[in-house]
């Protein structure tokens, strides 16, 4: 079964840093581009990251350029996405998504919910 | 960045009704548009890629078309478990852009 599997969410002040991991099974994780995407509650879909086949190129959202970035270990497969100087704004919850080898994103996880608060 | 709009943001409907969405780009994105559905507490799933393709396990329907900067999804005929929320999201051009998502509820 082809699975993604975030972990690393939780409460954290302003400021802060939280480091989110995406655990990738059932597929060749190696061969697919990765995303990040986030959720406020209530809200729509915001896409923050994405990475290539092997870890050397990456974009992102202007909303977290500077502050997050993501990366990935293909031995492990995982992937992860580190968060720094975290504000309200970044409440949400967070999904790692596979790259249908830009056909959309085709696997989601079941996301991990972080919230920045003091 | 691309600005992507959809209409109507909600829409009430019955089981078997045929509904459509639209999804608009702020510039052509050619044929670049995906579609998701979004039911409540749970991730996004993928519906339809590049603009019409039906994407694997979907129910037939289900169909996209368009192209340029304009785009529809539409549900020939609407079942209970379609209720959820739809988004567009353009993979034309970085950032990628999801549009703001429209809720489809039963009348």
């Known amino acids: 079964e082809v699975l993604l599997v975030e972990s690393g969410g939780g409460l954290v002040q302003p400021g802060g840093s939280l480091r989110l991991s995406c655990e990738a099974s059932?597929?060749?994780?190696?061969?697919?581009?990765m995303h990040w995407v986030r959720q406020v509650p209530g809200k729509g879909l915001a896409w923050l990251t994405r990475?290539?086949?092997?870890?050397?190129?990456?974009s992102y959202a202007d909303s977290v350029q500077g502050r997050f970035f993501v990366s990935r270990d293909n031995a492990k497969n995982k992937l992860y996405l580190e968060m720094n100087s975290l504000r309200a704004d970044d409440t949400a919850v967070y999904y790692c998504?596979?790259?249908?080898?830009?056909?959309?994103?085709?696997?989601w996880g079941t996301g991990t919910t972080v919230t920045v608060s003091s | 960045d691309i600005q992507m709009t959809q209409s109507p943001s909600s829409l009430s409907a019955s089981v078997g009704d045929r509904v459509t969405i639209t999804c608009r780009a702020s510039?052509?994105?050619?044929?670049?548009l995906n579609w998701y559905q979004q039911k409540p507490g749970k991730a996004p799933k993928l519906l339809i890629y590049?603009?019409?393709t039906l994407q694997s396990g979907v129910p037939s329907r289900f169909t996209g078309s368009g192209s340029g900067t304009d785009f529809t999804l539409t549900i020939s005929s609407l079942q209970s478990e379609d209720l959820a929320t739809y988004y567009c999201?353009?993979?034309?051009?970085?950032?990628?852009?999801f549009g703001p998502g429209t809720t489809v509820d039963l009348k």
């Open positions: 990475i290539n086949e092997g870890g050397g190129g990456s």
């Open positions: 510039q052509s994105i050619s044929r670049y």
């Open positions: 999201q353009q993979s034309d051009s970085l950032p990628l852009t």
């Open positions: 059932g597929f060749y994780f190696s061969g697919h581009w």
């Open positions: 590049g603009a019409s």
């Open positions: 998504a596979r790259d249908s080898h830009h056909s959309g994103m085709d696997v």
